[in-house]
């Protein structure tokens, strides 16, 4: 046996082994990409460059055979730098898809692909498991969701996006007694502040971790916004609570019913707890500061919103008004027509175009009968028996675009109008609590905590959802509470989470896509019910055959090979720049699909020459061919293949890629 040193650590290996093979043995990583067990080393990547005492310059670790006493070191900044470099290189000819627009589009970094795929082959119990593997309200987001998804799917440059919430929330309502896998006790304990999408999901991932976990809520039930500010109508209650089921049967700990300093306080949860999440929500409804604002009848959007879900005894006259042009100003009309009033009318200061509500919300409420002023904002609420009873409105018109391309309204100075309402809605937006948290330090409306980690002012405090002034959808929420989950895991362990985390470094196609194999095909989409004017929800869930016939109209964006490349996470770990070494237009290859077990895609190859090697039994089917920056592996008659897949399953970017049924 001979001794060598490989990162100060001594190890014995054979006569003949290679530093690589060597390293392998005793779990030393040294990155490469054209390395096969079995196959000669060729050297191709680079990337297994090391130090070698005594040498001036670096040496391929897979071409390199040990000997006795060498003294090897694997990380130094010369080996580091190069495999950086080498990597850069790498990518200028590699024009990777890593991940559909639709993942990328998703704050919570829902796997809408691969959900999607698995409904078109009719695998709903793992479509489901999919779906939970980003969050645990795949139901409930899909049916109030913005849909970013959606916006960025490419399909809609063909005919239409793929009804991807719809998908999610048929696999969604399909339901199973799901439970995540939870790893082994760690010993250490979390208190969340906030019962609702932000908070819950940190408890979700943190409990898979193998942490103990407890939720405290004031309000009686978990939920937070998907509870208490979205009306039944469009978030079946039972939905929701189908999905707190799971946190049942995972054992996290829901304490209801207590208050952040009244009941308890923050300084009394670090005391007991290793770490604390603060995700306490904008549950108090924004001010307008105008006369009359005191008045009887006059009520803040999301405080109606919540007395009407905790099912108090709310009284709501004939004629009603409601200021904003948001989602809650919406489901505070539509609410109000459900209880009882006849005539509702939505007041926004600028014209329908800009209003941040969902375009579908705003046109179903047209069709209920909600009425719609624009261009006018509330000066006064007017009075009549110490009642509200009316508003004075200023007219407005809009002025240039601001640097988000944004139009300001502004007074028409003498020009008013006066609406008659016996009661006033007002939804022009929600405020954090702020007082309750004056241990920490604040940044405006908000508490400043650190974008990436998450972290507060105190140690071990952390702030996510709306406290953090950066959420405004109850997805972006969601992203938080996955984002500070594995900060605070990394917090308390100094380890990777258990879940899967996406990269930030990744290839993006701009490339238009191929539509010549994919027909026009209508969109699938949710069927209303006839009489949308209770409290009943009001779309309904496609049917299987819908889901399957809407999710084959999936164009499968991103790379099939992703989740075993190697190019990306080496990216990551060696902090290359996939565009520094970009200069003009890449070469374009035709996508080569004449195997039947993979398709080919030259314009991924890095040209390892992993798969050449591993033709099996040296038939010669793949050569290299051209020079420079025009080489590519070239397929020769595939009379002669002997459809083993060798070639497919050893290559390390998803070049070759496993040809699916639909294919």
Not at 84 to 96: I, K, V
Request: glycine share 8%; charged share 20%; net charge positive.
């Amino acid at each position: 046996m001979i001794s060598i040193t490989i990162d100060n650590q001594e190890i014995l290996c054979r006569d003949g082994d290679t530093i690589l093979s060597a390293a392998g043995e005793a779990g030393i990583f040294i990155p490469s990409l054209c390395y096969g067990q079995h196959l000669p080393a060729q050297g191709a990547c680079g990337l297994c460059v090391v130090e070698i005492a005594g040498s001036n310059r670096l040496l391929r670790a897979c071409a390199t055979p040990v000997c006795e006493g060498m003294v090897v070191d694997t990380c130094s900044p010369r080996a580091v730098s190069a495999r950086t470099r080498l990597l850069e290189l790498q990518f200028s000819s590699h024009t990777g898809d890593c991940i559909g627009p639709c993942r990328l589009a998703c704050p919570a970094g829902t796997n809408c692909q691969g959900y999607i795929s698995l409904i078109a082959e009719g695998q709903l119990i793992n479509a489901y498991e999919t779906a939970m593997a980003a969050h645990p309200f795949p139901g409930s987001i899909a049916r109030v969701c913005p849909k970013p998804c959606e916006a960025k799917c490419r399909r809609k440059e063909h005919d239409e996006a793929i009804n991807i919430a719809g998908l999610k929330r048929f696999i969604a309502d399909v339901g199973t007694d799901y439970v995540p896998h939870i790893s082994p006790d760690t010993g250490k304990r979390v208190a969340i502040i906030g019962g609702g999408p932000a908070g819950l999901t940190a408890a979700y991932f943190l409990r898979q971790a193998g942490h103990k976990v407890d939720v405290y809520e004031q309000m009686p039930k978990m939920g937070g916004l998907l509870r208490y500010g979205i009306p039944e109508y469009r978030l079946p209650k039972a939905v929701l609570d189908l999905e707190l089921s799971v946190f049942e049967r995972m054992n996290v700990g829901f304490i209801n019913g207590v208050k952040l300093g009244e009941d308890f306080t923050l300084s009394f949860l670090k005391r007991r707890h290793d770490a604390v999440i603060v995700a306490i929500g904008a549950g108090v409804s924004r001010t307008m500061d105008i006369p009359g604002e005191g008045l009887s009848g006059v009520v803040g959007g999301i405080d109606f919103l919540c007395d009407v879900a905790l099912e108090k005894a709310v009284s709501v006259p004939q004629q009603v008004a409601v200021i904003g042009g948001s989602n809650t100003a919406i489901d505070a009309a539509r609410t109000a027509l459900r209880l009882g009033a006849i005539s509702v009318t939505v007041a926004y200061r600028r014209t329908k175009d800009e209003m941040p509500a969902d375009p579908a919300e705003i046109s179903e409420a047209e069709e209920e009968g909600v009425k719609f002023m624009f261009l006018v904002a509330p000066i006064e609420i007017t009075e009549e028996n110490q009642k509200a009873s009316g508003i004075r409105l200023q007219k407005m018109t809009l002025g240039e675009a601001d640097s988000a391309n944004r139009r300001s309204p502004i007074p028409l100075q003498g020009q008013e109008d006066w609406l008659k309402a016996d009661m006033v809605i007002t939804a022009i937006g929600q405020m954090v609590e702020l007082n309750r948290l004056k241990i920490l330090k604040q940044s405006r409306s908000a508490i400043k905590m650190d974008p990436v980690t998450f972290k507060t002012s105190k140690p071990g405090v952390f702030v996510i959802g709306d406290v953090t002034g950066l959420t405004a959808y109850a997805i972006e929420a969601i992203g938080h509470g996955r984002k500070a989950a594995k900060a605070v895991h990394e917090y308390m362990t100094a380890q990777k989470p258990p879940w899967e985390v996406l990269p930030s470094i990744l290839c993006k196609n701009e490339k238009p896509p191929d539509f010549t194999q994919s027909p026009k095909a209508p969109r699938q989409i949710n069927a209303k019910t006839k009489s949308p004017k209770g409290f009943s929800e009001i779309h309904l869930n496609l049917t299987t055959q819908q889901a399957i016939k809407e999710a084959s109209r999936c164009l499968s964006c991103g790379c099939g090979g992703f989740n075993e490349c190697k190019l990306i996470p080496l990216a990551n770990k060696y902090d290359a720049n996939p565009s520094k070494y970009i200069n003009g237009k890449k070469p374009e290859y035709p996508i080569n699909t004449e195997n039947p077990l993979f398709t080919y895609d030259a314009n991924k190859c890095v040209l390892c020459g992993l798969c050449v090697k591993a033709c099996s039994n040296d038939r010669a089917i793949l050569t290299m061919a051209n020079r420079g920056n025009k080489t590519t592996v070239v397929a020769h008659s595939q009379s002669n293949c002997a459809k083993c897949g060798n070639c497919q399953k050893i290559c390390p970017v998803g070049a070759r890629t496993a040809r699916g049924p639909n294919v």
